[in-house]
């Protein structure tokens, strides 16, 4: 009876691990892809780190240092990279080759390939952020305390989770692969900016816009877990759960698996 009852369970697990190795064994089989995908956030780091690594704590920053300040907004961006950028990109052109379509063919469960998905890119972000933390410290930004851990992964998967929903929503509504990096950029681009990744925005209409946003709710959750060590930034973290199950309803509705006819 036990084993009955179990199998189901371990069958499924069996599926999630294999479509994790798969998604896993792409991204490193396209090792162009893979290395800019972590070279990016190291270059951005370093040209912060040479700009402002002597800016000391400042109002402007929040209290923070300058430093302290772009690790936790580029891992952000690391975050958001991983997690919706590629994540739109691809799906849109394995839907338009066909992948997609043969993907449903088969017995894998469709929860079972946007879980797989989902993990990969977890695993990826926390890979890039790795990396930002460690470059960071090189320009003398402390490592996070221990006990500082638990709040910063709650942020770090609660953000990968409410960005891959966004980026398979943004997916279903892109007709085609050779328009999904403008469609992701033109979206992401603007709320980077207004959401004070690269620049504080002192503007209080544009962070009150942009705090509705999903963008700078995620940069605050980082400041406050990753960069002033308070904790967990509830309403942060409430504005991005929100977002996340937007994305989520979003995508159930409108995702599509078959190429759009031209």
């Keep these: 009876m036990t084993t009955a009852v179990h199998r189901p ?3 499924q697990l069996a599926l999630l691990w294999h479509q994790i190795r ?3 064994l792409s991204f490193w089989r396209n090792p162009q892809s893979a290395f800019f995908t972590f070279l990016f956030p190291v270059v951005i780091m370093a040209i912060f780190g040479l700009l402002f690594g002597d800016v000391g ?3 402007f920053f929040g209290g923070l ?3 302290q300040y772009y690790v936790c907004t580029i891992a952000g961006l690391s975050v958001l990279g991983s997690c919706y950028s590629q994540l739109a990109v691809v799906l849109s052109a394995r839907r338009q080759y066909g992948i997609l379509k043969r993907l449903r063919a088969t017995p894998l469960p469709t929860s079972t390939y946007f879980a797989g998905l989902l993990a990969h890119c977890v695993l990826v972000s926390v890979v890039t952020v790795l990396l930002v933390v460690g470059i960071g410290a090189l320009f003398g930004v402390p490592m996070p305390d221990p006990s500082g851990w638990p709040a ?7 953000g990968a989770a409410a ?16 328009a999904a990096p403008a469609v992701v950029q033109f979206v992401l681009f603007p709320l980077l900016f207004v959401s004070g990744t690269y620049m504080p925005v002192d503007s209080g209409v544009l962070r009150t816009i942009s705090g ?3 963008v700078r709710p995620f940069n605050e959750a980082l400041l406050g877990s990753l960069g002033h060590g308070t904790g967990y930034a509830w309403t942060s973290l409430g504005v991005l759960f929100c977002w996340g199950i937007v994305g989520a309803v979003v995508a159930v509705r409108r995702f599509r698996w078959d190429p759009r006819p031209e």
């Design 22 to 24: 798969y998604e896993q």
């Design 163 to 178: 960005f891959c929903a966004l980026g398979v929503a943004v997916a279903s509504l892109i007709r085609n692969a050779e």
């Design 65 to 67: 240092s300058a430093m």
């Design 9 to 11: 369970v371990r069958h």
């Design 57 to 59: 704590a400042t109002a």
């Design 212 to 214: 509705a946003l999903p």
């Design 152 to 158: 910063i992964a709650v942020v770090l998967v609660l």
